[in-house]
Structure formats: structure tokens, C-alpha cells
């Protein structure tokens, strides 16, 4: 069965420094992996996804298929970071439905 | 319109009452889901349409959960006999196709308190 795992509900950091939110997952196929995020009060949105290879806002995420891992990286975080992420595993079927970690709250400090 | 709409915000309904959730997809999209996110943990997939036919279901945690989108577009989810665990955000996502290369978008959510 799909499974994805944030084992970090909290984690804060001062502004600057590096962040790391760590996803695993388990998937007996080629997976496809996605991180939202949601702002205070804002609707849940998309920040990035593994097929894209890219860097929003100054984050990035490598997919690790040895170690079932997609973790999100930010070399300096910002307060504007503050959110909460959410890892994503899209399935395989015609639904190309979601199964989502439980989340970290990131608080980025002054 | 220019995003997914969702409605009410908010809904505070008694034990055992029914309740209808609204939500309208970006048009054109094909592809809508709803979720379920409660206190404390992630999102809950509940079901899926692709046009006016849900394929699938898997997600609905009970009969007393039920779906249907009319016209390819509007959807409303509906909670029979409302408990207290069925208190939390319900959250619709609507996508091009299901294979489309761009992500889900969100709407904002229906808040539902069970009292």
C-alpha cells in the first residue's frame, strides 16, 4: 500500500538558516511526488513536484529512489516560509489520486 | 471561473443532521476530488470524478457519505446523520485530467463542526 511518512509534525528554524522537511514513502511502482504547501489562511497549493526538476521559492527536492525518500530543502529560509508542508504520493490508477503525509508545520524565526 | 470554489466556509450542524458541501471546479477541468482533513492528521482521500462518473469511491468512510457532479462540473458532497468524528475541513481539488502535467488546485475548504 501507498504510505507517506513526514515524521516531523513541528520544526523551527531562524531565519537564515538551512531547512530540511523530510518525507519517505512506500510504493511499489514509479512513484510521483509532490509538495504543498498551506499558508496561513490560504488555500493549499503546490510548490513543487519531483518530474519537474525545479526550485520554487528556493526550495528544492530530490527524489531518492534508494532511500524512498523526497526530502524538501532550502539552503536560507525566509519568515515568508512559514506554512505548513505536505509530501504527496500520486497513485498510479486512472484517478491519479493523492495520499498525502500528515504535514509539518515550519516556523521560521526572526 | 478563475478557481475552485467551495461552499460554505463554514458549517456548524447538530448530531444526526444531514449536510450538503457545494463545490464548483475550474471550468474545463474533468478531473475532481474531495478530500477530507482532520484535526491532527493529513488529507483523506474520499472520491473522485472524471466528468459526471465517479470510478472511484474508495474513500467514502461511510453509506453515509455520498457524491455526485451534475453537468460535468458542480459537485456536492453529501453527510447523511451527521457524527461528531465527521467534524473537519472537506476540501475539493479539481485538475485538467487526471494525467494532466500540471498539479491539483485547491479550493479553500468547507469547515464542518459536528455539535
Partial sequence: AQRVTQPEKLLSVFKGAPVELKCNYSYSGSPELFWYVQYSRQRLQLLLRHISRESIKGFTADLNKGETSFHLKKPFAQEEDSAMYYCALSHSGSARQLTFGSGTQLTVLP | ?115
Fill in chain 2, 1 to 115: 471561473g478563475a478557481g475552485v470554489s467551495q461552499s460554505p466556509s463554514n458549517k456548524v450542524t447538530e448530531k444526526g443532521k444531514d449536510v450538503e458541501l457545494r463545490c464548483d471546479p475550474i471550468s474545463g477541468h474533468t478531473a475532481l476530488y474531495w478530500y477530507r482533513q482532520s484535526l491532527g492528521q493529513g488529507l483523506e482521500f474520499l472520491i473522485y470524478f472524471q466528468g459526471n462518473s465517479a470510478p472511484d469511491k474508495s474513500g467514502l468512510p461511510s453509506d453515509r457519505f455520498s457524491a455526485e457532479r451534475t453537468g460535468g462540473s458542480v459537485s456536492t458532497l453529501t453527510i447523511q446523520r451527521t457524527q461528531q468524528e465527521d467534524s473537519a475541513v472537506y476540501l475539493c481539488a479539481s485538475r485538467a485530467s487526471p494525467a494532466g502535467v500540471n498539479g491539483y488546485t485547491f479550493g479553500s475548504g468547507t469547515r464542518l463542526t459536528v455539535v
